[in-house]
């Protein structure tokens, strides 16, 4: 168990301790279209200096992209306030650095092998990434982050599920992360809806130093609209409000994204096939002769360990196929990561695995 030093700063935890102090003074950009409650379909708009003619686009969107908002918080069921939007998860993830951690002073720790965009924005944002391999059974070491954290620590990174090794985090490793930092834990749930396991948007209220964050980029299938989703206490959104820029989802991404998600029928039968199609798969990888071992997975994707990753990276890529060869990354040595496709995309990839295996 963790010692009595953290559950007493837990106790005390503040969001306006981590706040970066030039944030805490600042007032969101507000524009008129802010400052009413309206559908718009009765009001003259002479406030932002557009052209006036109508042709889909030539008004500015939503700010705070209200419609879309009132439909994802009722799925999730949250609030409205609990919930952030940004022009992807990669916005989303750089407006955190941007709000709470103070350059060339304070520090994040990340659990690699993980998303590679924590490590990038932490160096464009001048902030210290404190890495913290992952146990060979790809979950968190407790007490090794126990030891790189200090009074300077702002963002603990868990990916779950984790991208590129596929598992979801232990419950209890991640409740007691939660309750004994006091900094806040970033939890990207970009693969949820390939996983069992329960979101941890149902544990906001219970974790004030809890952010999650999802994404339309896979479930949803609409990653060319980049839309990535913040979901935390209504006091942590009002803090990444204010340096949100104000038009930061466009109005084609709104009206796709409404579209969309509203059609949750057509989301889970898509996720269904990629489920079943990714059973296929393992079965197949399990017969062949350079695949060694395929690791357990709750996202849309099998990490497996093959003789030669280089190798059988060229090999499929001279055939037409693409895949990810995560050898570089720690404790992913000569590993491939495949991607579930369609069924006919998978059987082209299982006829070349089956021809590169005899």
Known sequence: MLNDQFNVELMSFNLNNITRENVKGLSPYSSARDEYVSDGSTMVFLDANENPFENGVNRYPDPQQRSLKTILAAQKGIKEENILLGNGSDEVLDLLFRAFCEPKQ????????????????????????REVLLTAKFQPNIAEIKKVIDEHTKLLFLCSPNNPTGNSFSTVIIEELLN??????????????????ESWTSKLADYPNLIVTQTLSKAYGMAGIRLGLCLASAEIIAVINKIKPPYNVNQLTQDKA??????????????????????????????????????????NFILAKVDDATLRYTQLLEKGIVVRNRTTQPLCENTLRFTVGTSEENIIVITALRALSN
């Open 106 to 129: 304070d520090n994040i720790i990340t659990l690699p092998p993980t998303y590679g965009m924590y490590k990038v924005l932490s160096g464009i944002n001048l902030v210290e990434n």
């Open 258 to 299: 409404i579209e969309r998600v509203s059609d949750q029928k057509a989301v889970q039968t898509e996720v269904a096939s990629i489920l079943e199609e990714r059973e296929k798969l393992i079965e197949t990888l399990k017969t062949i002769s350079f695949v060694s071992t395929i690791y357990p997975t709750d996202a």
């Open 180 to 197: 004994s930092f006091n900094g806040l834990v970033v939890i990207d749930e970009a693969y949820i809806d390939f996983s069992t396991e």
